[in-house]
């Protein structure tokens, strides 16, 4: 391994590429309120609760 692998792992470990839980559970629960705000359908709406449970889930 050398200078620039090791470089870029620092890099890595200081901003991550993937977003944290939080901002996945707080995104999931967004999309949930605007299907629950403007769905027309059963499948909308439970689409939205199992956004809602895998946010529940993630934190």
Known sequence: MDYRATAHIKTLKQNP????RAEMANELRKQADVLRDKGKTAAEFWLAEQYEKTANLLN
Do not use: C, E, L
């Open 17 to 20: 590429v993937s977003p944290s």
